[in-house]
């Protein structure tokens, strides 16, 4: 059965000190993982698609990575404004989101 | 430019009271979605629909119908409110199922069902 585990639940971080989110997934033919920001009160915002083991994709202080298990998102020296509910989601035969990540950056 | 638009954002319900949801996008994307998100659970998919006309089941569909009367709409109709209906409802557009599946979501519509 096709899965998506979202690593840690929630994190607080110091403003500066870097970090990575975690998304494990069991897919039977990946076609793309990605990953969404959300705030409080909003809908999912798209960051990145990765489609291939080994693809990497940066924006800002976020960059995603791809392995064959399993997806990371590296914020490096994050900022207040970063704090967001990162979902993570695999599209096999069908999308399956993960429940999310709630990172907290404290000024 | 609007993008996905939910209407209405807040709605409170009576158990047995019926209700429609509307999404519009002015993208004009071929594929449409609805979600539920619940706490502790992932965005869940109700309903989708590959173009105008069609609607197909996700994984919970129990409760719900749906209508793609034009490309630009669509809608989620609860006949009979149930407690375990209430939730956030999120409607979402992409351009096409393809790897490329960018889906562009609403602000949501928060629905309670007493």
């Known amino acids: 059965e096709d899965q998506v585990t979202q690593s840690p639940e929630a994190l607080r971080l110091q403003e500066g000190e870097s970090s990575s989110l975690n998304c494990s997934y069991t897919?039977?033919?990946?076609?793309?993982l990605f990953w969404y920001r959300q705030d409080p009160g909003k809908g999912p915002e798209f960051l990145f698609t990765l489609y291939s083991a080994g693809e990497e994709k940066e924006k800002e202080r976020l960059k995603a990575t791809l392995t064959k298990k399993e997806s990371f998102l590296h914020i490096t020296a994050p900022k207040p404004e970063d704090s967001a509910t990162y979902l993570c989601?695999?599209?096999?035969?069908?999308?399956?989101f993960g429940k999310g990540t709630r990172l907290h950056i404290l000024p | 430019n609007a993008g996905v638009t939910q209407t209405p954002k807040f709605r409170v319900l009576k158990t047995g009271q019926s209700m429609t949801l509307l999404c519009a996008q002015d993208m004009n994307h071929e594929y449409m979605y609805w979600y539920r998100q619940d706490p502790g659970m992932g965005l869940r998919l109700i309903h989708y629909s590959v173009g105008e006309g069609t609607t197909a089941k996700g994984e919970v569909p129990d409760g719900y119908n749906v209508s793609r009367l034009k490309k630009q709409n669509f809608l989620l109709g609860l006949e009979s409110a149930a407690p375990s209906q209430t939730s956030v409802y999120f409607c979402?557009?992409?351009?096409?199922?393809?790897?490329?599946?960018?889906?562009?979501f609403g602000a949501g519509t928060r629905l309670s069902v007493l």
């Open positions: 979402a557009s992409s351009l096409t199922n393809l790897a490329k599946n960018i889906q562009y």
């Open positions: 897919v039977s033919g990946l076609r793309g």
């Open positions: 989601a695999v599209e096999g035969d069908k999308i399956i």
